[in-house]
């Protein structure tokens, strides 16, 4: 179960994201050649610090409310009066400060995630009825094209999905039959998924930091994929990666899910379409949900008609449409795939009123396809890792092996500094390492992650991009581009005979954090100055020795190796131990 | 001197009552000495901030002593309701509605001179009329050696019956050993505990009649100027010193102040005050709302999660950026002026 069964909630409204962006240049990290001025914002013609050297790297849900429920017998409303739940709040922490987001590296800043976000329901009189912790996840299928009228990470969307776990309910006698009926059918974990667009990034513009979000609240179940779903992946009929230059990506991915209980299909378009100004839907052709059925006649069978064109289409339903199925579509659709089409009808001359009816592919299924849970990794030299992976069939998992190759080279960057060297030798092998899926489709990646030394010499570690693919597929030409892991791998102790100290170890360390996030160096502590981390060595040990799921733990950027940070917390606790 | 109103204090219920009024009392004074010390943030003048900060510590300990106390007598501590913020400028909770209206605003000798000092102003020596009048003003020093007497005089009349007024779980009690030393903040489990407690809160904020230094109990030797004259201290530029021979002189090492960095903030700032498309806006409700995360993290820490006090410290910080990113951002409403931090109680992002 996933936030596309039932009983699901959406959910629409604003996010803040404000991430400090000096570590944006992969180079700022060298202290060497740190100017002061990569901390003053961008301007016309330097780019300085980039948009945000001010960020406190704080993710936040702002004013979202609780725009529609789909219960567990499918039906729907979006009526307060009809239950109390329409119109509540999505909220995140009120008790301790706000989840983070946060790049995997500077060279690989296209998998942001979110840690320590708390994920609430709150009823209008500030109630919190629901309230857990969402597991750390980073974001997929970013797309550039999303909003037509806007530039660069403004016009971009991407898509979060992840589990609410350590789940409190309060739901007293509430008297909103979906809260009851979702406690009931999955009180320990739940599945959420959001889309965020629309982000703004002018710094000197009142909603700065600010985005619109719109997303989806559902059951979920343990044995199932926590990131993405186990359901039928529809793929733009060119693929963007296939596109032409100068050819604009129309559309982006899309899943659906099968609901063979209650006999429907139930589509997320959440990040599929394109917006324009005010926000807007900037789409005009008519699609249609079809079954391809290949050589049957008609070819395409239909579903529905993907109606967008209401104006509060997207944050009123956050882009999840719901069709039945009759009982010959059920089976059909069981070992046919699904396809998106748009319908042309052309009169066959001005003389008649019939008119031929045309078909051109918007969508079609991957009917055999692959996928990681996490897809993100942060390592410590030698530590094992473990990837879960699926493969489906018709969204259903079958047996299969899937193909993996080191393609940091075509992913990572900027450089200098140098990315993927040394290579990881168990996916540089002359044979390409795979792994082989069970019955149900699933199979876990073991390898051991190797001491990459310090090849980025001013950036701790390396990363590495692993893509992945069907033994019958080709990563680069028939796959979601944004289906790949992510790796970082910190160093573990060098060689030397040095013994780690203040100056030689720890000064450089602290400066690079005074360096890339001023807020906190200029606003809290300057980590640079022993004078100040020795005045605050209690405070500093207390927030560096917090599970990095703690939205208090520094580095907020989580990225201190294990090593670094057992020499950090023993030269705090000797500054404590002498009182 | 702030003077409070007249309280009934004869009942275990008054005597919570008066100890909910003693938690919003220290709170109270928070708000206005945070602000000023934000605006003095990266300005040069380190020094004067961090005397201030050693009172903001202080007043923290003072608040958190007046909660385990009224844990400890089995009351609840309220830190997370709407009026719990006092509105500034205003008086300070409890206080007379004629006495001293204190505002949130930049740092400056002049607000030093007339709000922090007056707020911290030790009581003098006066006649204390046998039979009180029920309209009778109370200065805060009075307020606290009335609580002492109240819990002396319930707890003796608990003990003559083979019971006692300390029946709080004492788990739910706060005790902080990595900022605060045991000697200043300790469990409260009896009358004597309980008095030595709350001496704490009166000998730092006031000092004595005859001493401006305050040993605090047992703190090992260690003097502290109490708040009223580390105030002084800063109004004066100068060191507070013993004479040679007796007394006491403001001397060396300086206190300067530059006020060339101060920023330009718009007096008692309110968020909806600011139009709600400006960033000023924007800045000013997070600031808010995490102030009111910090009061429900804090309403945990002394509601039986006392371990949320590490929870709270992080939101500390958090407020600060905030505090400095409005600092940063100029006042819609009011040419040549910065925004400010309101601290008002928001339970809506």
Same mark, same amino acid.
């Given at each position: 179960?996933?936030?596309?069964?039932?009983?699901?909630?959406?959910?629409?409204?604003?996010?803040?994201?404000?991430?400090?962006?000096?570590?944006?240049?992969?180079?700022?990290?060298?202290?060497?050649?740190?100017?002061?001025?990569?901390?003053?914002?961008?301007?016309?013609?330097?780019?300085?610090?980039?948009?945000?050297?001010?960020?406190?790297?704080?993710?936040?849900?702002?004013?979202?409310?609780?725009?529609?429920?789909?219960?567990?017998?499918?039906?729907?409303?979006?009526?307060?009066?009809?239950?109390?739940?329409?119109?509540?709040?999505?909220?995140?922490?009120?008790?301790?400060?706000?989840?983070?987001?946060?790049?995997?590296?500077?060279?690989?800043?296209? /998998?942001?995630?979110?840690?320590?976000?708390?994920?609430?329901?709150?009823?209008?009189?500030?109630?919190?009825?629901?309230?857990?912790?969402?597991?750390?996840?980073?974001?997929?299928?970013?797309?550039?094209?999303?909003?037509?009228?806007?530039?660069?990470?403004?016009?971009?969307?991407?898509?979060?999905?992840?589990?609410?776990?350590?789940?409190?309910?309060?739901?007293?006698?509430?008297?909103?039959?979906?809260?009851?009926?979702?406690?009931?059918?999955?009180?320990?974990?739940?599945?959420?998924?959001?889309?965020?667009?629309?982000?703004?990034?002018?710094?000197?513009?009142?909603?700065?930091?600010?985005?619109?979000?719109?997303?989806?609240?559902?059951?979920?179940?343990?044995?199932?994929?926590?990131?993405?779903?186990?359901?039928?992946?529809?793929?733009?009929?060119?693929?963007?990666?296939?596109?032409?230059?100068?050819?604009?990506?129309?559309?982006?991915?899309?899943?659906?899910?099968?609901?063979?209980?209650?006999?429907?299909?139930?589509?997320?378009?959440?990040?599929?379409?394109?917006?324009?100004?005010?926000? /807007?839907?900037?789409?005009?052709?008519?699609?249609?949900?079809?079954?391809?059925?290949?050589?049957?006649?008609?070819?395409?069978?239909?579903?529905?008609?993907?109606?967008?064109?209401?104006?509060?289409?997207?944050?009123?339903?956050?882009?999840?449409?719901?069709?039945?199925?009759?009982?010959?579509?059920?089976?059909?659709?069981?070992?046919?795939?699904?396809?998106?089409?748009?319908?042309?009808?052309?009169?066959?001359?001005?003389?008649?009123?019939?008119?031929?009816?045309?078909?051109?592919? /918007?969508?079609?299924?991957?009917?055999?396809?692959?996928?990681?849970?996490?897809?993100?990794?942060?390592?410590?030299?030698?530590?094992?890792?473990?990837?879960?992976?699926?493969?489906?069939?018709?969204?259903?998992?079958?047996?299969?092996?899937?193909?993996?190759?080191?393609?940091?080279?075509?992913?990572?960057?900027?450089?200098?500094? /140098?990315?993927?060297?040394?290579?990881?030798?168990?996916?540089?092998?002359?044979?390409?390492?795979?792994?082989?899926?069970?019955?149900?489709?699933?199979?876990?990646?073991?390898?051991?992650?190797?001491?990459?030394?310090?090849?980025?010499?001013?950036?701790?570690?390396?990363?590495?991009?692993?893509?992945?693919?069907?033994?019958?597929?080709?990563?680069?030409?028939?796959?979601?581009?944004?289906?790949?892991?992510?790796?970082?791998?910190?160093?573990?102790?060098?060689?030397?005979?040095?013994?780690?100290?203040?100056?030689?170890?720890?000064?450089?360390?602290?400066?690079?954090?005074?360096?890339?996030?001023?807020?906190?160096?200029?606003?809290?502590?300057?980590?640079?100055?022993?004078?100040?981390?020795?005045?605050?060595?209690?405070?500093?040990?207390?927030?560096?020795?917090?599970?990095?799921?703690?939205?208090?733990?520094?580095?907020?950027?989580?990225?201190?190796?294990?090593?670094?940070?057992?020499?950090?917390?023993?030269?705090?606790?000797?500054?404590?131990?002498?009182? | 001197? &702030?003077?409070?109103?007249?309280?009934?204090?004869?009942?275990?219920?008054?005597?919570?009552?008066?100890?909910? #009024?003693?938690?919003?009392?220290?709170?109270?004074?928070?708000?206005?000495?945070?602000?000023?010390?934000?605006?003095?943030?990266?300005?040069?003048?380190?020094?004067?901030?961090?005397?201030?900060?050693?009172?903001? !510590?202080?007043?923290?300990?003072?608040?958190?002593?007046? $909660?385990?106390?009224?844990?400890?007598?089995?009351?609840?501590?309220?830190?997370?309701?709407?009026?719990?913020?006092?509105?500034?400028?205003?008086?300070?909770?409890?206080?007379?509605?004629?006495?001293?209206?204190?505002?949130?605003?930049?740092?400056?000798?002049?607000? &030093?001179?007339? &709000?922090? #000092?007056?707020?911290?102003?030790?009581?003098?020596?006066?006649?204390?009329?046998?039979?009180?009048?029920?309209?009778?003003? *109370?200065?805060?020093?009075?307020?606290?050696?009335?609580?002492?007497?109240?819990?002396?005089?319930?707890?003796?009349?608990?003990?003559?019956? !083979?019971?006692?007024?300390?029946?709080?779980?004492?788990?739910?009690? *706060?005790?902080?050993?990595?900022?605060?030393?045991?000697?200043?903040?300790?469990?409260?489990?009896?009358?004597?505990?309980?008095?030595?407690?709350?001496?704490?809160?009166?000998?730092?904020?006031?000092?004595?009649?005859?001493?401006?230094?305050?040993?605090?109990?047992?703190?090992?030797?260690?003097?502290?100027?109490?708040?009223?004259?580390?105030?002084?201290?800063?109004?004066?530029?100068?060191?507070?010193?013993?004479?040679?021979? !007796?007394?006491?002189?403001?001397?060396?090492?300086?206190?300067?102040?530059?006020?060339?960095?101060?920023?330009?903030?718009?007096?008692?700032?309110?968020?909806?005050?600011?139009?709600?498309?400006?960033?000023?806006?924007?800045?000013?409700?997070?600031?808010?709302?995490?102030?009111?995360?910090?009061?429900? $993290?804090?309403?945990?820490?002394?509601? !039986?999660?006392?371990?949320?006090?590490?929870?709270? #410290?992080?939101?500390?910080?958090?407020?600060?950026?905030?505090?400095?990113?409005?600092?940063?951002?100029?006042?819609?409403?009011?040419?040549?002026? &910065?925004?400010?931090?309101?601290?008002?109680?928001?339970?809506?992002?």
């Amino acid at each position: 179960m996933s936030y596309l069964n039932s009983p699901r909630l959406t959910f629409s409204g604003k996010f803040q994201a404000d991430p400090s962006t000096v570590n944006n240049d992969p180079t700022h990290f060298n202290n060497a050649t740190f100017d002061p001025s990569f901390q003053d914002y961008q301007t016309g013609n330097a780019l300085n610090g980039w948009w945000n050297p001010d960020g406190t790297g704080n993710w936040r849900f702002i004013g979202c409310t609780i725009t529609s429920v789909t219960y567990q017998d499918g039906t729907s409303t979006n009526d307060p009066l009809l239950d109390p739940i329409i119109g509540m709040s999505i909220m995140d922490t009120d008790s301790r400060t706000a989840g983070k987001i946060v790049d995997l590296d500077s060279q690989q800043q296209m /998998v942001s995630e979110l840690w320590g976000l708390i994920v609430r329901i709150v009823s209008n009189d500030g109630t919190t009825l629901m309230k857990g912790d969402y597991e750390v996840a980073a974001f997929t299928n970013i797309w550039f094209g999303r909003s037509v009228d806007l530039s660069a990470d403004s016009a971009a969307a991407a898509s979060y999905q992840s589990i609410i776990k350590n789940i409190k309910w309060d739901t007293g006698i509430s008297n909103s039959r979906y809260i009851n009926e979702l406690k009931a059918v999955s009180a320990d974990q739940l599945s959420i998924q959001f889309t965020l667009d629309r982000y703004n990034d002018a710094n000197t513009d009142p909603s700065f930091t600010i985005g619109r979000i719109a997303g989806s609240i559902g059951p979920s179940s343990m044995n199932e994929p926590k990131h993405f779903v186990l359901g039928r992946q529809l793929f733009p009929h060119t693929l963007p990666q296939n596109l032409q230059p100068g050819q604009a990506q129309t559309c982006n991915y899309a899943v659906a899910l099968i609901d063979e209980q209650l006999k429907s299909v139930v589509l997320d378009f959440g990040n599929a379409l394109r917006f324009s100004t005010g926000g /807007v839907v900037n789409e005009t052709r008519d699609l249609r949900l079809v079954i391809d059925t290949g050589t049957l006649t008609p070819a395409y069978q239909e579903i529905g008609k993907l109606n967008y064109s209401d104006p509060n289409w997207y944050l009123g339903t956050s882009g999840i449409f719901s069709f039945p199925l009759t009982d010959a579509q059920l089976d059909l659709v069981a070992n046919h795939p699904l396809a998106i089409v748009k319908v042309t009808n052309t009169p066959n001359n001005v003389f008649t009123t019939a008119s031929t009816i045309t078909y051109s592919p /918007v969508y079609n299924e991957s009917i055999e396809y692959a996928s990681a849970d996490q897809f993100v990794f942060r390592l410590d030299a030698n530590d094992p890792c473990s990837i879960d992976f699926y493969t489906t069939k018709f969204g259903k998992g079958y047996a299969k092996t899937i193909q993996f190759q080191d393609d940091t080279a075509n992913m990572f960057g900027p450089t200098p500094p /140098v990315v993927g060297v040394p290579a990881i030798p168990f996916f540089s092998g002359k044979k390409l390492a795979e792994i082989t899926t069970d019955s149900n489709g699933k199979a876990t990646l073991k390898f051991t992650a190797p001491d990459p030394g310090n090849p980025r010499v001013y950036i701790d570690g390396q990363v590495y991009a692993i893509s992945y693919n069907l033994s019958t597929q080709s990563f680069a030409t028939d796959c979601n581009q944004s289906n790949f892991i992510s790796l970082q791998i910190y160093s573990g102790p060098s060689a030397s005979d040095v013994v780690p100290g203040w100056d030689n170890f720890i000064q450089p360390i602290m400066q690079q954090y005074a360096n890339l996030y001023p807020l906190m160096s200029k606003g809290i502590f300057n980590l640079a100055d022993k004078a100040v981390v020795d005045a605050n060595a209690t405070i500093l040990q207390l927030v560096f020795s917090k599970d990095p799921t703690d939205s208090n733990y520094m580095p907020a950027t989580r990225d201190l190796s294990k090593y670094r940070k057992k020499i950090i917390l023993n030269y705090l606790q000797g500054i404590i131990d002498q009182g | 001197m &702030v003077l409070l109103k007249h309280i009934q204090l004869e009942t275990l219920a008054d005597l919570r009552s008066a100890l909910q #009024m003693s938690i919003e009392l220290e709170h109270a004074t928070i708000p206005p000495y945070l602000t000023a010390n934000f605006t003095l943030f990266n300005t040069g003048n380190d020094q004067i901030s961090d005397l201030i900060g050693s009172i903001l !510590g202080e007043e923290m300990l003072h608040l958190s002593i007046a $909660c385990n106390v009224l844990n400890a007598i089995g009351g609840k501590p309220v830190l997370n309701k709407p009026g719990f913020i006092p509105r500034y400028p205003g008086p300070l909770p409890g206080g007379v509605e004629t006495g001293l209206h204190v505002p949130l605003e930049k740092f400056s000798k002049d607000l &030093v001179k007339k &709000v922090f #000092m007056v707020i911290e102003m030790p009581d003098k020596p006066i006649d204390i009329p046998s039979n009180e009048k029920a309209t009778k003003e *109370m200065t805060i020093g009075e307020f606290y050696k009335k609580i002492q007497k109240t819990i002396v005089v319930l707890e003796t009349a608990a003990k003559a019956k !083979g019971q006692t007024i300390f029946t709080g779980n004492q788990k739910e009690q *706060m005790v902080y050993e990595r900022f605060y030393p045991s000697t200043l903040l300790f469990k409260i489990v009896d009358k004597d505990s309980a008095i030595k407690g709350i001496d704490i809160i009166i000998d730092q904020g006031e000092g004595s009649t005859t001493d401006p230094f305050v040993v605090t109990t047992d703190s090992g030797g260690a003097v502290e100027a109490a708040h009223y004259y580390r105030f002084e201290e800063i109004y004066e530029g100068k060191t507070l010193l013993p004479k040679t021979g !007796g007394g006491y002189i403001f001397g060396e090492p300086l206190i300067p102040f530059d006020d060339k960095l101060i920023p330009n903030m718009w007096p008692n700032p309110k968020m909806n005050d600011y139009p709600k498309d400006s960033q000023a806006y924007i800045n000013s409700k997070f600031f808010n709302y995490n102030y009111t995360s910090l009061l429900n $993290c804090l309403h945990q820490t002394f509601n !039986g999660k006392p371990e949320q006090i590490n929870t709270a #410290m992080g939101i500390m910080f958090s407020l600060r950026l905030y505090a400095l990113k409005l600092l940063a951002i100029p006042d819609p409403n009011h040419p040549g002026y &910065v925004a400010g931090p309101s601290f008002e109680y928001v339970i809506a992002e």
